[in-house]
């Protein structure tokens, strides 16, 4: 007996052991590998599908992970669908600040230059089409990606449909599914692999019996695991680098089914696949797969980065809208005066066509700032709806990282502020001036007023003081309901 025949679960598989496994052992695909197709550009999922086929009657498909599969796919194309509409979003909003800001510029332009009517008008004209290559660019990826509507024909299920036909695992009968519950209970509380990082769940425990006991059923001696999942409760980790399976699922292989565990992640797979299998895969499909890498980082961290631009947009319109309806508030009031003033001039038979003038101006001044209020609020609408379903899509896949608090309490008054009310009612409650706060979210001073003025109308109070102590009461609230 060699050195090393009793503890081959402590060592990676040689790359003789790689290419039998391809070749000649049963292929398992865990249920991120199979979502992440949803994820690929199409030549890449397609060279992904074509290395299944090359399995052949090798591949086998758990129940739990087919039921994975199916219970998620619809949340992963609508999150693909937010994901594009997201970006899209974000690029509409800075196209609508920056031409609104280029047009004022080409007129102010027009006025000092005495521009001709023809050139100012072509510039407004450029001006208003920048960001349109940007935007049809980025809908025809959409397009091409082709899967981002959960009602749409799937060819991804369809092609699904034929390479793993009649090679899907049964659940567990009634009796053996309550007695693996306890198992994965107990495994998950005393951290046994694999399964315990996403305790209480036990979707990974269920995969990994089905998985054995198939092996187990077929007499191969190597089961090659492929799978998205880099946690600890799957790979041995030294000083951060992956070195292969955990030393205990390997053991555990080995005792319950006689078979040599490899696992392995989908780039490995693919390189692999091109070598042993003579699997067309393009270095391109390599990198799309490494980038992409497990499912929760990939759509933690683009749901992360999207909400932050979605909430940096939001606070602008948050901003605009302020100044918007106070231009509202001043124009209503200077109608009510030019209509009195027009009262008075009739009854003294002077003056009235001037103030008819001033009434008629005020008029189309209400009217203007009326329209750029609705559109502003129309845009900051469909930010809350894309940012709800991005914060959604965070809260699925890791809603511990959920960093901002949900606001719901029928007791707590603050519900009825903007995101940017509530940061700076927050600055207010640590002291701060309106000098002070400006110069925190480069902000001027009178925005700073306008919205603290909001806040006390909002909160239906008179001072800085009472607003803190709402402010501070509402936290204490969130703070009790989080630790019960």
Known sequence: MSFSAQFTHFLAPTGAEVENALKSGMVVFDTNVLLNLYRFAPAARSELLSAFERLGERVFVPHQVALEFHRNRLDVIADNRAAYQAALDSISAHEANVTDELKEKIRQLSNKVALPESERDKLIAVASTTFHPVSAALDQLRT???????????????????????????????????????????RNEQKIPPGYKDTPKHGDYFAWKQTLDEVKHRGVKLLLFVTGDVKEDWYLRVKGKTVCARPELAAEADQVAKTRLILMRTESFLRYAAIHLNASVSEDTIRQVKELGD???????????????????LLEIEDALAHSNRAISNARDDLAKARAAYEASSNDDGGGASVLESIASTEASLKDATSARNALQSRRNSLLGHLGNIENAIMREDASQMDTPSRSSENDPTVLLTRRELVILAAVAEGLTNREIGRRFGLSEPTISLHLSNILDKLNVRTRVQATALYLRSRGTLESDETH
């Open 295 to 313: 499912r929760q980082q990939w759509q933690l961290s683009h749901a992360v980065a999207f909400r932050k631009e979605l909430e940096s947009q």
């Open 144 to 186: 091409n990606h082709g899967i981002d509507d959960p009602m749409a024909d799937d060819q991804i299920l369809d092609r699904l449909e034929v390479i793993l036909s009649d090679k899907v695992g049964v659940p567990f009968k009634s009796e053996r599914e309550e007695k693996e519950l306890a198992e994965a209970a107990r």
